[in-house]
C-alpha cells in the first residue's frame, strides 16, 4: 500500500473506530466483537507509528473510550480513568517489561499481580467520611456519566463503609475503581424470563449490565442481577495509602468490598506468564466473563513513576485471550443429516477467527432457533466458541441487517437421498425416514462399531466410507458378509489386517443384547434405554413383535420413543436388515433368557417388578434367579405385571401394585412359585 493509501487508511480508521466508541460506551448497543475492535485499534496503532505527525488529539488512540451521553449529568473524574495497553502471547509481556525496564532499572526486580479482567462496565466510586455519595461510569476517561441512584440499587455496592463493625476506620475522601457485571447463569436464568413473558432476550451480559446500569428508570437496574467487585483505589485523603496493589485489595476486602478472587502473586515475569495462561484456561469455568487477565506493577508508586503513554498507564498490561465470541456474515445455510436422518441446520461463514481458531461453520441448533432468532441468509451474527465447545450462532445483529438478508426455510426433502422428510409434532426435529439414505447408512456404521456400541476394533469411519463407497456394505449386516479377499483389494490391507479386522467382527456377536439395540440406531434410543429393552424383552425375538402399548408400560420410555421403535421394527428395510443379521449369527439373548442349564422354566411367560431389600438376594442375584427360571424381570408397575416382589422397605410401587391389585409375593413366595423345596 502506498503512502496516499496508507494515509486515507488511517483517516478511515479514526472514523470507523469512534464510531465503535460511540456504540459501546453511549449506546451500549456494539455491532462488532472485543477482537474486532482490537483488530481495528492495532492497525490504527501501526500506521500512526509510521506517520506520527497524523496523530491527532482526538484520534482514539490518545483517548480512553467513548463519548458521554447527555441523558445524565457529568462527573469529573479525580484522576484519569485510564484504559491499558494490550499484550496477546508470553512474548508481549516480557517485552513490555524490557520497554519499562529502561526507563527504570528497578522495574526488572519487581514482583507483581495478575488478575482477572472483567468483562463489565467500569464504576467509579465516591464516599465521604465512609458514606457513598456518587457514582460514575468511566465515559471518556477524564469525564464520566453519574448512575449514582441506579448503583445505589446494587446489594453488592456498600452505602457506608466499613460494612463490618471491626472494620479499618474510613479515609475522609475515597474514590475506588469497580466493575458492574452480571454472572453467567444469573444472564441465563434472565433470558429464560425474558422468553416465558415472550419479550426480548439479551444479547451478551456486558451490554445486559451496562444498559441496566445506565438506564433512566432505576427500577429497571433494581430488577436486574448486577454484581459489582472493586479493585482499585483511585484516590484516598486522610488516611495511609497502601504501598501495594496486593495491600490495596486486601484493604478493599477490610471495607467489605467484594474483590476478585485467586488473584496470583507473581515474583518474575515468568510467573506472570504462567498466570496469564492459567487464566486463560479456567476462564471458562469461572461464573462470569472475563477477557483477559490484569498485570501490574505490585509496587503502587515504582508503577506509577513510570507515567503514561498515550492513553496507557505503563506499570500495567492487559493480556487479552482469544476472542470467545465474535461478529461475522452469515454466508449460507447447510444441512446435515444424521445417523437417525436427524436434519440439522449449520451456519455457513465468512471465516473469522475465534477462541484461537478459523472458524468457517457454526451449528445453528435447530429450524425452529432460526426462526426464533430471525436469523437470515447475509446476516451480522455473533458467534460463539469456549473452549473445546462447537461454535454456535447467538444471533443476528439487527441493527446493521442488510437490505439483501434472505429469510430462510427449511428443506422439503433430505438433502442427501431427496426424499420427502417429515417432523413429529411436540418435537423440534425435521427427520429423513428413508433408511437407504446414503448420509445416514455412514453415520449408521459408525455408530454400530463404536467402543460404546459394539466395540469392533479397527474399523474407523475412514474405513467404514471406504467400504461403503466400495460398495461393500450397504447397510449393517453387510459387514458380516465381508470375506478376506473382499478386504485385501481396499487399498492399505494385507492378509494380517484383513484377518483382524474380520475377527473382530465375530467377535461382535459376543456382545450383550442392549448394546445391539443400541447399535442399532432406533430414534431415542441409547445405553440406558436400550439396557431397559433387553431386561423387558431379552430377545430380539419378543423386541421386534412389541406392541406401542407394551412399550408404553416400561419406565422411562415415553410415547415418541415407544412410536420410534415400532416404527423402525415396521420398516420392511430394517426387517431384512434384521433377517441377515439373524442369518449370520449376530442375534445375541439377555444372558439366563432362556434359562440355565440343566434348570426348569416354571417362571416362564411371567413378569416381575422387585421392591424393598430381601434378606437372601441382593437386587442383581434376585433379578438373575427370576431370568434364570424363564421369567421376565421389569423396572415398572404396570396393568400386565404378573407379580411384585417385595422386601423390606418398599417404595412407591408397593402402592401401585395394590391399586391395580398385582399380586404381592414376598421372598419365600417366590421360591415356592419358583418350584424351588421350601
Given at each position: 500500500?502506498?503512502?496516499?493509501?496508507?494515509?486515507?487508511?488511517?483517516?478511515?480508521?479514526?472514523?470507523?473506530?469512534?464510531?465503535?466508541?460511540?456504540?459501546?460506551?453511549?449506546?451500549?448497543?456494539?455491532?462488532?466483537?472485543?477482537?474486532?475492535?482490537?483488530?481495528?485499534?492495532?492497525?490504527?496503532?501501526?500506521?500512526?507509528?509510521?506517520?506520527?505527525?497524523?496523530?491527532?488529539?482526538?484520534?482514539?488512540?490518545?483517548?480512553?473510550?467513548?463519548?458521554?451521553?447527555?441523558?445524565?449529568?457529568?462527573?469529573?473524574?479525580?484522576?484519569?480513568?485510564?484504559?491499558?495497553?494490550?499484550?496477546?502471547?508470553?512474548?508481549?509481556?516480557?517485552?513490555?517489561?524490557?520497554?519499562?525496564?529502561?526507563?527504570?532499572?528497578?522495574?526488572?526486580?519487581?514482583?507483581?499481580?495478575?488478575?482477572?479482567?472483567?468483562?463489565?462496565?467500569?464504576?467509579?466510586?465516591?464516599?465521604?467520611?465512609?458514606?457513598?455519595?456518587?457514582?460514575?461510569?468511566?465515559?471518556?476517561?477524564?469525564?464520566?456519566?453519574?448512575?449514582?441512584?441506579?448503583?445505589?440499587?446494587?446489594?453488592?455496592?456498600?452505602?457506608?463503609?466499613?460494612?463490618?463493625?471491626?472494620?479499618?476506620?474510613?479515609?475522609?475522601?475515597?474514590?475506588?475503581?469497580?466493575?458492574?457485571?452480571?454472572?453467567?447463569?444469573?444472564?441465563?436464568?434472565?433470558?429464560?424470563?425474558?422468553?416465558?413473558?415472550?419479550?426480548?432476550?439479551?444479547?451478551?451480559?456486558?451490554?445486559?449490565?451496562?444498559?441496566?446500569?445506565?438506564?433512566?428508570?432505576?427500577?429497571?437496574?433494581?430488577?436486574?442481577?448486577?454484581?459489582?467487585?472493586?479493585?482499585?483505589?483511585?484516590?484516598?485523603?486522610?488516611?495511609?495509602?497502601?504501598?501495594?496493589?496486593?495491600?490495596?485489595?486486601?484493604?478493599?476486602?477490610?471495607?467489605g468490598f467484594s474483590v476478585p478472587e485467586n488473584i496470583v502473586h507473581c515474583l518474575d515475569i515468568e510467573e506472570v506468564v504462567e498466570a496469564c495462561e492459567a487464566w486463560g484456561e479456567r476462564r471458562i469455568s469461572l461464573p462470569y466473563e472475563i477477557d483477559g487477565a490484569v498485570v501490574k506493577i505490585?509496587?503502587?508508586?515504582?508503577?506509577?513513576?513510570?507515567?503514561?503513554?498515550?492513553?496507557?498507564?505503563?506499570?500495567?498490561?492487559?493480556?487479552?485471550?482469544?476472542?470467545?465470541?465474535?461478529?461475522?456474515?452469515?454466508?449460507?445455510?447447510?444441512?446435515?443429516?444424521?445417523?437417525?436422518?436427524?436434519?440439522?441446520?449449520?451456519?455457513?461463514?465468512?471465516?473469522?477467527?475465534?477462541?484461537?481458531?478459523?472458524?468457517?461453520?457454526?451449528?445453528?441448533?435447530?429450524?425452529?432457533?432460526?426462526?426464533?432468532?430471525?436469523?437470515?441468509?447475509?446476516?451480522?451474527?455473533?458467534?460463539?466458541?469456549?473452549?473445546?465447545?462447537?461454535?454456535?450462532?447467538?444471533?443476528?445483529?439487527?441493527?446493521?441487517?442488510?437490505?439483501?438478508?434472505?429469510?430462510?426455510?427449511?428443506?422439503?426433502?433430505?438433502?442427501?437421498?431427496?426424499?420427502?422428510?417429515?417432523?413429529?409434532?411436540?418435537?423440534?426435529?425435521?427427520?429423513?425416514?428413508?433408511?437407504?439414505?446414503?448420509?445416514?447408512?455412514?453415520?449408521?456404521?459408525?455408530?454400530?462399531?463404536?467402543?460404546?456400541?459394539?466395540?469392533?476394533?479397527?474399523?474407523?469411519?475412514?474405513?467404514?466410507?471406504?467400504?461403503?463407497?466400495?460398495?461393500?456394505?450397504?447397510?449393517?449386516?453387510?459387514?458380516?458378509?465381508l470375506k478376506r479377499e473382499d478386504l485385501i483389494e481396499l487399498e492399505g490391507f494385507g492378509d494380517k489386517k484383513a484377518d483382524n479386522l474380520l475377527a473382530a467382527i465375530e467377535s461382535s456377536k459376543q456382545r450383550p443384547l442392549s448394546r445391539f439395540i443400541f447399535a442399532l440406531g432406533i430414534r431415542?434410543?441409547?445405553?440406558?434405554?436400550?439396557?431397559?429393552?433387553?431386561?423387558?424383552?431379552?430377545?430380539?425375538?419378543?423386541?421386534?413383535?412389541?406392541?406401542?402399548?407394551?412399550?408404553?408400560?416400561?419406565?422411562?420410555?415415553?410415547?415418541?420413543?415407544?412410536?420410534?421403535?415400532?416404527?423402525?421394527?415396521?420398516?420392511?428395510?430394517?426387517?431384512?436388515?434384521?433377517?441377515?443379521?439373524?442369518?449370520?449369527?449376530?442375534?445375541?439373548?439377555?444372558?439366563?433368557?432362556?434359562?440355565?442349564?440343566?434348570?426348569?422354566?416354571?417362571?416362564?411367560?411371567?413378569?416381575?417388578?422387585?421392591?424393598?431389600?430381601?434378606?437372601?438376594?441382593?437386587?442383581?442375584?434376585?433379578?438373575?434367579?427370576?431370568?434364570?427360571?424363564?421369567?421376565?424381570?421389569?423396572?415398572?408397575?404396570?396393568?400386565?405385571?404378573?407379580?411384585?416382589?417385595?422386601?423390606?422397605?418398599?417404595?412407591?410401587?408397593?402402592?401401585?401394585?395394590?391399586?391395580?391389585?398385582?399380586?404381592?409375593?414376598?421372598?419365600?413366595?417366590?421360591?415356592?412359585?419358583?418350584?424351588?423345596?421350601?
Amino acid at each position: 500500500m502506498d503512502a496516499a493509501k496508507e494515509k486515507s487508511r488511517l483517516e478511515e480508521l479514526i472514523k470507523i473506530i469512534q464510531e465503535h466508541n460511540h456504540r459501546y460506551h453511549v449506546l451500549d448497543m456494539p455491532i462488532i466483537s472485543d477482537a474486532e475492535y482490537d483488530q481495528l485499534v492495532a492497525e490504527l496503532l501501526q500506521l500512526e507509528s509510521k506517520y506520527p505527525d497524523l496523530i491527532t488529539p482526538d484520534s482514539p488512540s490518545q483517548r480512553v473510550g467513548g463519548g458521554v451521553s447527555d441523558r445524565f449529568r457529568k462527573v469529573q473524574h479525580p484522576q484519569p480513568i485510564l484504559s491499558l495497553a494490550n499484550g496477546f502471547d508470553a512474548e508481549d509481556l516480557r517485552s513490555w517489561l524490557d520497554r519499562i525496564a529502561k526507563l527504570n532499572p528497578k522495574v526488572a526486580a519487581s514482583d507483581f499481580t495478575v488478575e482477572p479482567k472483567l468483562d463489565g462496565l467500569t464504576v467509579v466510586l465516591h464516599y465521604r467520611n465512609g458514606i457513598f455519595v456518587q457514582g460514575a461510569t468511566r465515559g471518556n476517561g477524564e469525564i464520566g456519566e453519574e448512575v449514582t441512584r441506579n448503583l445505589k440499587t446494587l446489594q453488592s455496592l456498600p452505602l457506608s463503609i466499613p460494612v463490618f463493625q471491626d472494620g479499618p476506620a474510613p479515609p475522609e475522601y475515597l474514590v475506588v475503581r469497580g466493575e458492574v457485571f452480571i454472572d453467567l447463569e444469573d444472564f441465563e436464568e434472565l433470558n429464560r424470563k425474558q422468553e416465558e413473558l415472550g419479550e426480548k432476550v439479551y444479547q451478551t451480559p456486558r451490554n445486559t449490565a451496562a444498559g441496566a446500569l445506565r438506564n433512566l428508570d432505576s427500577a429497571v437496574t433494581a430488577a436486574r442481577p448486577l454484581r459489582l467487585l472493586v479493585y482499585t483505589i483511585v484516590t484516598s485523603e486522610g488516611s495511609e495509602v497502601p504501598e501495594s496493589q496486593l495491600e490495596s485489595l486486601e484493604l478493599l476486602r477490610a471495607y467489605g468490598f467484594s474483590v476478585p478472587e485467586n488473584i496470583v502473586h507473581c515474583l518474575d515475569i515468568e510467573e506472570v506468564v504462567e498466570a496469564c495462561e492459567a487464566w486463560g484456561e479456567r476462564r471458562i469455568s469461572l461464573p462470569y466473563e472475563i477477557d483477559g487477565a490484569v498485570v501490574k506493577i505490585n509496587n503502587i508508586a515504582m508503577a506509577d513513576s513510570l507515567g503514561i503513554v498515550g492513553k496507557d498507564p505503563r506499570g500495567a498490561i492487559a493480556y487479552k485471550f482469544p476472542a470467545q465470541e465474535v461478529t461475522t456474515e452469515l454466508l449460507d445455510i447447510g444441512v446435515n443429516v444424521g445417523r437417525t436422518g436427524v436434519l440439522t441446520p449449520y451456519a455457513i461463514l465468512d471465516a473469522v477467527e475465534v477462541g484461537g481458531v478459523i472458524v468457517r461453520q457454526a451449528t445453528l441448533h435447530n429450524f425452529d432457533f432460526i426462526q426464533d432468532k430471525d436469523i437470515r441468509i447475509h446476516d451480522r451474527v455473533r458467534i460463539k466458541r469456549a473452549g473445546d465447545v462447537i461454535p454456535y450462532v447467538k444471533g443476528p445483529i439487527l441493527e446493521v441487517r442488510p437490505e439483501s438478508a434472505v429469510t430462510y426455510s427449511p428443506p422439503d426433502v433430505c438433502p442427501a437421498c431427496e426424499e420427502k422428510v417429515a417432523t413429529i409434532e411436540g418435537e423440534v426435529a425435521w427427520y429423513c425416514v428413508n433408511p437407504a439414505c446414503p448420509a445416514q447408512l455412514v453415520r449408521n456404521l459408525e455408530h454400530y462399531v463404536s467402543r460404546t456400541t459394539l466395540d469392533i476394533v479397527g474399523l474407523g469411519i475412514k474405513l467404514v466410507e471406504q467400504l461403503v463407497e466400495q460398495g461393500l456394505v450397504k447397510d449393517v449386516a453387510d459387514l458380516y458378509r465381508l470375506k478376506r479377499e473382499d478386504l485385501i483389494e481396499l487399498e492399505g490391507f494385507g492378509d494380517k489386517k484383513a484377518d483382524n479386522l474380520l475377527a473382530a467382527i465375530e467377535s461382535s456377536k459376543q456382545r450383550p443384547l442392549s448394546r445391539f439395540i443400541f447399535a442399532l440406531g432406533i430414534r431415542g434410543v441409547g445405553e440406558v434405554v436400550g439396557a431397559e429393552l433387553a431386561t423387558f424383552y431379552c430377545s430380539m425375538d419378543r423386541l421386534a413383535a412389541t406392541t406401542l402399548e407394551e412399550l408404553i408400560e416400561i419406565e422411562g420410555i415415553g410415547p415418541n420413543i415407544a412410536q420410534a421403535v415400532v416404527d423402525w421394527f415396521a420398516l420392511p428395510a430394517n426387517q431384512n436388515i434384521l433377517a441377515k443379521l439373524k442369518q449370520s449369527g449376530m442375534w445375541p439373548e439377555l444372558s439366563g433368557d432362556s434359562g440355565a442349564e440343566g434348570l426348569p422354566q416354571p417362571l416362564e411367560g411371567l413378569s416381575f417388578v422387585v421392591t424393598g431389600t430381601l434378606a437372601g438376594f441382593s437386587r442383581k442375584a434376585v433379578k438373575d434367579y427370576i431370568q434364570e427360571r424363564g421369567g421376565k424381570v421389569i423396572s415398572a408397575v404396570s396393568s400386565k405385571t404378573s407379580y411384585l416382589v417385595s422386601g423390606e422397605s418398599p417404595g412407591s410401587k408397593f402402592a401401585k401394585a395394590e391399586q391395580l391389585g398385582i399380586p404381592v409375593l414376598d421372598e419365600a413366595g417366590l421360591r415356592e412359585l419358583a418350584g424351588e423345596p421350601l
